[in-house]
């Protein structure tokens, strides 16, 4: 069956820097576009970034555009989330997805989500 299992997240102080990791099995990886969502609590989802097929193409939202830095291994089937300079804001479950173009919102497959907390 078709999974996406995240991991990576946790508590770290606002400044600091984490890496998501996101394992694909039971779909073509390589195939999907992917994204990083995530939820803060009490809030709707938010789009943070997107990774086209083979990683040519990456967008990002203006909340995070020069601190995060989307990445793929096609090889691996895994999907990565830099995230430097993290700040108190960026507190939230985040999400991986796949989808079949650059909307999210139309995503095929979703994670369970992994915590990050940025204390201040």
């Known amino acids: 069956q078709v999974q996406l299992v995240e991991s990576g997240g946790g508590l770290v102080q606002a400044g600091g820097s984490l890496r998501l990791s996101c394992e694909a099995s039971g779909f073509t990886f390589s195939s999907y576009w992917m994204y990083w969502v995530r939820q803060a609590p009490g809030k709707g989802r938010e789009w943070v970034s997107s990774?086209?097929?083979?990683?040519?193409?990456?967008y990002y939202a203006d909340s995070v555009k020069g601190r995060f830095t989307i990445s793929r291994d096609n090889a691996k089937n895994t999907l990565y989330l830099e995230m430097n300079s993290l700040k108190p804001e960026d507190t939230a479950l985040y999400y991986c997805a796949g989808g079949h173009d650059s909307s999210w919102s139309r995503y095929t497959y979703w994670g369970q989500g992994t915590q990050v907390t940025v204390s201040s």
């Open positions: 990774i086209s097929t083979v990683g040519l193409i990456r």
